[in-house]
């Protein structure tokens, strides 16, 4: 007769260290967006009704200009990539391949994206700490140069837009969170169309945001299972 001791099944425990780094990715995602929100409501409107600004605009606001494209690009340039990872770590079987592509592509333009708002804030920022006579002109030669005023930051947000919208596809496709989120982190789109700028930009950054924290929160739980 065998004394072999039939031994119960146990459940497997979660890994602490790959729940302890999803948090903290999760936590960056959230503050990252939790930080973007009221950022359209600060940023200036130009007074002309352009895209570009006259030395009139900043001017008076200078400070408040630089310092809150610096903030809004570093904020970007930690939560993109959070996004990003997350949502890849999510996605592992059904549409793995799309998450895997658009976090790529996310990763590539935030990194033109962040580069072009510093060099937009720093150029708008020097051009106003002198007085008008010195500073118009160069602002108005900043304005006719919109290639290198604007490109980078414009081709990296429409690859980061791009991006998302592969990563929705994977995201839609693995069935791993409920359909709202990637319904919500489509309002990216949107944000090529509505002004991000003022109050109304709140219509798209609210859902964007609350598709991002709940990518962090759906992340963190799934590392209960993991």
Wanted: no cysteine; net charge positive; proline share 6%.
């Amino acid at each position: 007769m065998s004394t072999e001791t039939v031994r119960p099944a146990v459940a497997p425990s979660a890994d602490p260290v790959t729940r302890r780094r999803i948090g903290a990715v999760g936590l960056v995602l959230t503050i990252s967006n939790l930080v973007a929100m009221p950022g359209g409501v600060l940023w200036p409107e130009p007074s002309g009704g352009s895209e570009t600004y006259s030395y009139a605009d900043i001017q008076p606001l200078r400070d408040r200009w630089w310092g809150l494209l610096v903030l809004l690009a570093a904020g970007a340039l930690l939560g993109v990539p959070a996004q990003a990872f997350l949502t890849t770590y999510l996605v592992r079987k059904r549409g793995a391949a799309w998450a895997t592509a658009g976090g790529l592509m996310m990763w590539i333009g935030i990194a033109f994206q962040a580069v072009g708002v510093g060099g937009l804030a720093a150029a708008y920022y020097f051009a106003t700490g002198v007085d008008a006579t010195a500073g118009t002109p160069v602002i108005a030669s900043a304005n006719d140069d919109l290639l290198h005023l604007f490109g980078p930051m414009l081709a990296g947000a429409l690859l980061v837009a791009v991006g998302t919208v592969v990563q929705v596809v994977g995201l839609w496709r693995s069935h791993a969170v409920p359909r709202w989120v990637p319904l919500l982190v489509l309002f990216i789109v949107i944000s090529f169309v509505v002004p991000g700028n003022g109050w109304i930009g709140l219509t798209v950054q609210v859902p964007m945001a609350t598709g991002g924290i709940a990518i962090a929160y759906y992340a963190w739980r799934r590392t209960a299972v993991d």
